[in-house]
């Protein structure tokens, strides 16, 4: 079965370093979706990118946040300046189209990211 | 702003035994879809069941079925015969015309053997 791959599983940064998070959604998705969850708190979105460019954000996704499609098959999530607060578990999504063709979101296993 | 409230941050249930958790949610929009997800302590987030709101017949997959009450705008998860398995945090979800998801806090579940 198809399944979103996300590398690395635990990202250790200090403060102030930028970081790259890696996806693979599933081959055949168009819509892609970066979510965090900090610690013991509810799951946050943060971006969503369809045809190579963002269709929605947050207001959690600043200017220290970037998404990419670099080469047709990964989705990056860049944060350039850590920050302690951005401690979190970051979860790719994808899924074929949007809600009203209610298409499921499938999750990746999430990249556990440590800033120190 | 859609909203999604889950006020039981902790259930806990009897194994073979059933448990409703319990979900609401506010929204101007008519069209949308709601969902359960299930969060082991892998923190792999797994989706359960989704409910289309334009469907009055409440979505059922296996032991696991919701109560829809679009008027109410309420959204519970019933468990039944519920196994060790079943323990985790589990999350509402709504995802409207802007295609995210909005997460509720979650309920943490606990089997009891």
């Known amino acids: 079965e198809p399944e979103v791959t996300q590398t690395p599983s635990h990202q250790v940064t200090q403060m102030g370093q930028e970081v790259i998070l890696r996806c693979v959604p599933i081959?055949?998705?168009?819509?892609f979706y970066w979510y965090r969850q900090i610690l013991g708190q509810k799951v946050e979105f943060l971006v969503s990118?369809?045809?190579?460019?963002?269709?929605?954000k947050s207001e959690i996704f600043d200017d220290q946040f970037s998404v990419e499609r670099p080469d047709g098959s990964n989705f990056t999530l860049k944060i350039r300046s850590t920050k302690l607060e951005d401690s979190a578990m970051y979860f790719c999504?994808?899924?074929?189209?949007?809600?009203?063709?209610?298409?499921?979101?499938?999750f990746g296993p999430g990249t556990r990211l440590t800033v120190t | 702003a859609q909203t999604v409230t889950q006020s039981q941050p902790e259930m806990s249930v009897q194994e073979a035994e059933t448990v409703t958790l319990s979900c609401t949610y506010d929204?101007?929009?008519?069209?949308?879809?709601l969902f359960w997800y299930k969060q082991p302590p892998s923190r792999q987030m797994i989706l359960v069941i989704r409910?289309?709101?334009?469907?009055?017949q409440n979505a059922t997959e296996n032991r696991f079925s919701v109560n829809f009450q679009k008027a109410a705008k309420s959204f519970s998860l019933k468990i039944s015969d519920s196994q060790l398995g079943d323990a985790a945090m589990y999350f509402c979800?709504?995802?409207?015309?802007?295609?995210?998801?909005?997460f509720g806090k979650g309920t943490k579940l606990s089997v009891k053997p």
């Open positions: 999504a994808s899924s074929e189209a949007d809600s009203f063709l209610s298409y499921e979101q499938y």
């Open positions: 081959s055949n998705h168009l819509y």
């Open positions: 990118f369809y045809n190579n460019e963002i269709s929605e």
């Open positions: 929204t101007s929009e008519s069209d949308y879809y």
């Open positions: 409910q289309e709101a334009y469907k009055q």
């Open positions: 979800a709504y995802q409207g015309s802007q295609g995210n998801l909005i």
